[in-house]
């Protein structure tokens, strides 16, 4: 980067110069061109997208990956727990996409994660003073009104929804 002469009356002259391609002998830099007489250039950039790696640069070597430990993301919405692992990110275990509703059919999609789809058929709404309940846009309807009548005039009949029908003995004619 400097224009090098040897004049018998004045020695050596070094006259700067610029614009130049040269090398810097740094492997951490990119483009180097000579400025004012020195030769420097931009940065490299190590970045090889992986989660799992230190990302930095030698300038003997360039750019260095080593492998990094800790907790990743794997991209796969069906997967939790994720870990680094020889600079790779390993999937962890599947996400249960159990909503303990059975009128929804349980799945999972590796972008959206956990899908819900509504199912038809029977099913028991908890109360135990209706019968023939049945799945709708996925929640449980109830179904008929059970009929608690024992068809004996000497009982009060109802019905309780956690333990169904009672006949309760009563007094009079």
Request: aromatic share 2%.
């Amino acid at each position: 980067c400097t224009n090098d002469s040897c004049f018998p009356s004045q020695g050596c002259i070094n006259a700067p110069t610029s614009g130049g391609a040269c090398d810097d002998g740094n492997a951490c830099t990119d483009e180097d061109v000579c400025a004012a007489g020195s030769c420097g250039g931009s940065d490299v950039t190590c970045d090889d997208g992986e989660v799992c790696t230190q990302d930095s640069c030698s300038p003997d070597e360039g750019c260095v990956f080593l492998p990094a430990l800790g907790a990743c993301d794997d991209g796969d919405a069906c997967t939790e727990n994720d870990i680094c692992a020889n600079g790779t990110c390993l999937s962890g275990a599947d996400v249960s996409c159990d909503d303990g509703n059975v009128c929804t059919a349980d799945s999972c999609d590796t972008v959206e994660g956990c899908v819900y789809s509504p199912v038809e058929g029977l099913c028991d709404d908890g109360d135990a003073c209706t019968e023939n309940d049945i799945c709708s846009g996925g929640n449980c309807l109830a179904g008929d009104t059970i009929d608690c009548d024992d068809d004996n005039i000497c009982t009060a009949d109802s019905c309780d929804a956690d333990t169904g029908c009672t006949s309760i003995p009563v007094d009079g004619p």
